[in-house]
């Protein structure tokens, strides 16, 4: 039975971490706030679901993934639970782990990487909070983006296995979800990545490698890859950029 | 062998998840950086920790957890690897993997809550975003804790088995932390969770059950809780209440 994705149907936002995890692998899935609602899709099938239901089990927010009876939320728990069964995680429990370690950091730079343009809230519009973003951002370029950065490459530089890889010797949901980090910060701040991404040879390695995996490359040339836009995560607001 | 957690030494901030699922089990555990350094405790040996060795694992930020060879970072997952050994999470996948989806909820709650005083930048004091603090508090306040309280009273009515705790049957390490996070929210927001709290009954009687429980009701009698203070997550600023 295939996957069932449901995310917001008009943004790569978290969802996208997810995505590339079911494209890499080639999994059957479906993406169905992306489906038509007389096909059982649209938002309307995914806001059911955020319902409580005899199991008790739904989400604070999207994404979530069904698979049969199984409901689960949260994008690091998705792809902890996806790992194994895709063959983009280490089978032992202390790689596990640390696979969702890292992917659970990632979480953290996304948060940050979102508050760059919703400071105050995410009930106000970007407009309404411009001034307190120009703040946060420079917060975020200056300080937060090397500290990530140095981190993640530190990581990758100190893997055991020397694979190119962030853990053990094959690819992992979580080098996907650096090319992600790669792409989304370059999209959202060009300038500073482009003064940055020196510092990061092994990273942006890492993201020219992954973008050229046969099934990532399909992926990303086909419509199911969704544009970065001013309504996702990762925002190109050339203000914001020092 | 006993578990060795290493966290800031003076603040309960994330580690006190931690904290308070070892204490509930009774386990054998050193809070390292506590310990004075000759002991080989104190912050330099926190430190040391969260550089490259061999294994190549090591965390972005405390706390995280030693367990002879192996090393865990970030909260949650500290807590998913607990809640099996301690007898705190369910036994079945689905089972632990709803319960780590709630405390990864839980875990964005603590970032806004954090983020209501330090709103542009974590290295900026809260003196120089007060005016900014000032408006993400009162979003926090009459957005976001109605939203993700609502969401966990939900969870709480709608957990099948009836039986006064967060998921299943039992006590869980998310009982422990929605204990923690009512004792926070009180002491940050207290007039705001004097108004609010009539609209949660069972997350007020889940806070009571678990303080009474014999092990919680000791430990925080006990030196071994730090005080909240002004240096944590949840810290009391009077004027950032409305």
Chains 1, 2 share one sequence.
């Not at 990487?113 to 001034?131: C, E, G, M, R, W």
């Not at 975020?140 to 993640?152: A, E, Q």
């Not at 010797?169 to 020196?198: C, H, N, W």
């Amino acid at each position: 039975m295939a996957y069932e994705l449901y995310y917001w149907p008009e943004i790569q936002g978290r969802g996208e971490f997810v995505r590339l995890a079911l494209e890499e692998a080639g999994a059957d899935y479906v993406d169905v706030a992306r489906l038509p609602a007389r096909q059982g899709g649209g938002t309307a099938a995914m806001m059911q679901l955020m319902e409580p239901d005899a199991s008790g089990r739904f989400s604070f927010a999207p994404p979530f993934l069904k698979d049969g009876d199984v409901l689960i939320g949260q994008t690091a728990n998705i792809l902890l639970y996806l790992g194994g069964r895709l063959g983009l995680a280490p089978r032992d429990e202390a790689g596990r782990l640390w696979t969702h370690q890292l992917q659970l950091t990632i979480a953290d730079l996304v948060v940050e990487a979102h508050d760059t343009h919703h400071p105050i809230s995410v009930n106000l519009f970007y407009d309404d909070q411009k001034k307190e973003a120009k703040k946060r951002a420079k917060e975020f370029i200056d300080s937060r983006i090397p500290k990530f950065l140095d981190y993640f490459e530190q990581v990758h530089a100190a893997n055991p296995r020397r694979s190119g890889f962030m853990v053990g010797a094959k690819l992992t949901y979580v080098d996907l979800s650096m090319f992600q980090i790669i792409e989304g910060l370059r999209y959202a701040f060009p300038r500073a990545m482009q003064r940055l991404e020196p510092e990061y040879p092994r990273l942006v390695e890492l993201h020219d490698h992954a973008r050229e995996r046969p099934n990532i490359a399909a992926y990303l040339a086909s419509a199911r890859r969704l544009p970065f836009s001013e309504e996702g995560i990762f925002r190109h607001y050339p203000e914001l950029e020092h």
